[in-house]
T-cell receptor, first 110, second 116 residues
Framework: TQLLEQSPQFLSIQEGENLTVYCNSS?????LQWYRQEPGEGPVLLVT?????EVKKLKRLTFQFGDARKDSSLHITAAQPGDTGLYLC??????????FGRGTSLIVHP | DTGVSQDPRHKITKRGQNVTFRCDPI?????LYWYRQTLGQGPEFLTY????????KSRLLSDRFSAERPKGSFSTLEIQRTEQGDSAMYLC??????????????FGPGTRLLVL
């Protein structure tokens, strides 16, 4: 059983479209992180959200942590080919070792 | 380049052989993590060091796996008697987190292992 469920698993869109990916769990996390991973490389941290209901913006990316700190979403506005990659969410409970979801693989076509 | 480095980047070996991977963390980071990632999955935690002490090991880390960080700097991960199921990307990450701060882990590029 996956502790963190990410959806959709795959997403293929055209440049300029908007998209939202989701990260859901039945567990409460003290914080949640989003990473982006390109093929053949390690994940790179995009954001950490800590407070329930928190919204953080990073240019065209908007991250939200659920009020109950069990879920999160990532919204990308006007996607660009450079956004292509695997988007991973990772929850942290108690210890500082993150538990990763399976990721959403995003392809943005020019 | 002052990021996390891993060596080798790719390794092909035959079943039953031993392999060793190296990770050089960011120099001032006291924590070092090893993860394994297979296709279609997120990274899975294997083990973690604070300085030279190995503080936690996952149940995924069978007896064939051993990790060391002898001087609290670089780390090695050895897999003995490799099996085809060991084929994966092995990721290293390092961090430094003052008390009370959610830490940021910096990942290396990974070592991709293929066991034939």
């Amino acid at each position: 059983t996956q502790l963190l469920e990410q959806s959709p698993q795959f997403l293929s869109i055209q440049e300029g479209e908007n998209l939202t990916v989701y990260c859901n769990s039945s567990s409460v996390f003290s914080s949640l992180q989003w990473y982006r991973q390109e093929p053949g490389e390690g994940p790179v941290l995009l954001v950490t959200v800590v407070t329930g209901g928190e919204v953080k913006k990073l240019k065209r990316l908007t991250f939200q942590f659920g009020d109950a700190r069990k879920d999160s979403s990532l919204h990308i506005t006007a996607a660009q080919p450079g956004d292509t990659g695997l988007y991973l969410c990772a929850g942290i409970r108690g210890s500082y070792i993150p538990t990763f979801g399976r990721g959403t693989s995003l392809i943005v076509h020019p | 380049d002052t990021g996390v480095s891993q060596d080798p980047r790719h390794k092909i070996t035959k079943r039953g052989q031993n392999v060793t991977f190296r990770c050089d963390p960011i120099s001032e980071h006291n924590r070092l993590y090893w993860y394994r990632q297979t296709l279609g999955q997120g990274p899975e935690f294997l083990t973690y060091f604070q300085n030279e002490a190995q503080l936690e090991k996952s149940r995924l880390l069978s007896d064939r796996f051993s990790a060391e960080r002898p001087k609290g700097s670089f780390s090695t991960l050895e897999i003995q008697r490799t099996e085809q199921g060991d084929s994966a990307m092995y990721l290293c990450a390092s961090s430094f987190a003052p008390r009370g701060v959610v830490e940021t882990q910096y990942f290396g590029p990974g070592t991709r292992l293929l066991v034939l």
